[in-house]
């Protein structure tokens, strides 16, 4: 009975330790802690742009991960609960939207969604961009603010930059309304911007930087401690944060990402009920598969030789080679070690063919497509490590081969 009450309370505690790691307002909730924070000027800047009916423009600029989409977020969430008939939002993307054309179709797609108008396809760019200079015209009538989030800004400064300079240049008149927020990892964004597009920039940024080792534990806490009004026990409560704070002992910020903490809280070991950097350790392992190393498990015998063949053949500094190549190297080492592995060519080039059919290996140019596949030139796709262990890992893998490589990398 009292390990069944245990394995209860421990369950408890993984439901509301999910939950918190679901809901994306508590995780990032530790970014509003400070007036000083990229969240707290943000939101200054656009809640002031939207009160005071004034034209704005702003960069967040950081390397991927370190916050940017989420303080985006948390600052247009809040705003709208704020100034829910003052808002109109437009999101473009440049992995989508870089081009000119494709980007004012859907601002225009977008604005009429927004404003329950009816959009035509059939619209040239010059129509999609006199709509938006109206839209944003009207909607400063209304006093209504227009927000355009541009992610991937710097894929927008590519090319002619026609949407940026017909944005920008819109929002110099005093009838418009609207707040154009890039977000870019690249930290000379501003400067990609021509002559025309920089002098219509208000040149506002916000620099995100990686978060240290002291913050990622902070985090970690904020989202793995137990507080006392979680409805759990209070010894519970009191002996599992002393154990996870124990566990940061043998802190790693490697082990702390999003889904890595999510995959360690759902191994949680219900029978002791805690959590350990057992759990992270081997959630980490199982989120950092290697398809390649998957691939290299389910190998014959026969594919490994051509691989170990093909790497001789590279270390040989021999700069092309084919199947017959290949070949020629395999019967040269029956001859030398007297193996019994020996196959029959049309069997060693099915084997080929599906090595190239797995892409461990592939053509090394595209010129002799007319050619015969065994006169083709080859390369390998894979690392020496990476063959290395996978035949360390191959349990029927013969001596010889192991012997071979380790051969040919330390000589």
């Given at each position: 009975?009292?390990?069944?009450?245990?394995?209860?309370?421990?369950?408890?505690?993984?439901?509301?330790?999910?939950?918190?790691?679901?809901?994306?307002?508590?995780?990032?909730?530790?970014?509003?802690?400070?007036?000083?924070?990229?969240?707290?000027?943000?939101?200054?800047?656009?809640?002031?742009?939207?009160?005071?009916?004034?034209?704005?423009?702003?960069?967040?600029?950081?390397?991927?991960?370190?916050?940017?989409?989420?303080?985006?977020?948390?600052?247009?969430?809040?705003?709208?609960?704020?100034?829910?008939?003052?808002?109109?939002?437009?999101?473009?993307?440049?992995?989508?939207?870089?081009?000119?054309?494709?980007?004012?179709?859907?601002?225009?797609?977008?604005?009429?969604?927004?404003?329950?108008?009816?959009?035509?396809?059939?619209?040239?760019?010059?129509?999609?961009?006199?709509?938006?200079?109206?839209?944003?015209?009207?909607?400063?009538?209304?006093?209504?603010?227009?927000?355009?989030?541009?992610?991937?800004?710097?894929?927008?400064?590519?090319?002619?930059?026609?949407?940026?300079?017909?944005?920008?240049?819109?929002?110099?008149?005093?009838?418009?309304?609207?707040?154009?927020?890039?977000?870019?990892?690249?930290?000379?964004?501003?400067?990609?911007?021509?002559?025309?597009?920089?002098?219509?920039?208000?040149?506002?940024?916000?620099?995100?930087?990686?978060?240290?080792?002291?913050?990622?534990?902070?985090?970690?806490?904020?989202?793995?401690?137990?507080?006392?009004?979680?409805?759990?026990?209070a010894k519970y409560i009191t002996d599992y944060n002393a154990r996870l704070t124990v566990s940061f002992v043998q802190y790693d910020p490697s082990l702390y990402y999003a889904c890595n903490i999510f995959r360690a809280v759902s191994d949680m070991n219900m029978e002791s009920g805690f959590l350990s950097m057992e759990n992270f350790v081997i959630a980490l392992s199982s989120m950092q598969r290697q398809p390649k190393m998957d691939s290299l498990q389910d190998l014959s015998i026969l594919e490994l030789y051509i691989l170990v063949c093909m790497y001789r053949l590279e270390d040989k500094e021999q700069s092309s080679y084919n199947f017959t190549s290949i070949m020629k190297e395999y019967r040269s080492i029956q001859e030398a070690y007297k193996t019994s592995d020996k196959y029959a060519s049309t069997v060693c080039f099915r084997a080929f063919e599906h090595l190239l059919d797995r892409e461990l290996i592939s053509f090394a140019d595209s010129k002799g497509r007319n050619q015969a596949l065994e006169y083709r030139p080859v390369k390998l796709l894979i690392s020496s490590r990476e063959l290395a262990q996978s035949l360390k890992l191959n349990t029927t893998c013969p001596a010889v081969l192991q012997k071979l490589l380790d051969r040919e990398r330390y000589m």
């Open positions: 009975m009292a390990a069944a009450a245990a394995e209860s309370v421990a369950s408890q505690a993984q439901a509301v330790l999910r939950a918190r790691l679901c809901d994306p307002s508590f995780v990032h909730s530790a970014l509003r802690s400070s007036p000083d924070t990229n969240y707290s000027k943000l939101k200054y800047l656009v809640a002031s742009s939207v009160s005071e009916a004034c034209n704005n423009s702003v960069l967040l600029l950081g390397p991927r991960g370190c916050g940017k989409a989420a303080v985006v977020d948390m600052v247009l969430d809040d705003l709208k609960k704020e100034h829910p008939d003052a808002i109109s939002l437009i999101r473009l993307n440049g992995m989508l939207h870089s081009d000119d054309n494709c980007a004012m179709k859907e601002i225009a797609r977008q604005l009429c969604l927004e404003h329950q108008l009816s959009f035509s396809k059939m619209a040239s760019s010059d129509d999609n961009t006199e709509f938006m200079i109206d839209m944003l015209r009207e909607c400063g009538l209304a006093h209504k603010t227009i927000l355009f989030v541009l992610e991937e800004f710097d894929l927008f400064a590519q090319g002619k930059q026609r949407l940026l300079y017909s944005l920008l240049d819109a929002m110099q008149s005093l009838t418009s309304q609207a707040v154009v927020i890039g977000v870019s990892c690249r930290l000379d964004a501003d400067q990609l911007l021509e002559k025309r597009v920089r002098s219509r920039f208000s040149h506002r940024k916000l620099l995100f930087v990686p978060s240290s080792m002291d913050d990622i534990q902070r985090l970690v806490e904020h989202l793995l401690m137990l507080a006392k009004d979680s409805g759990l026990p």
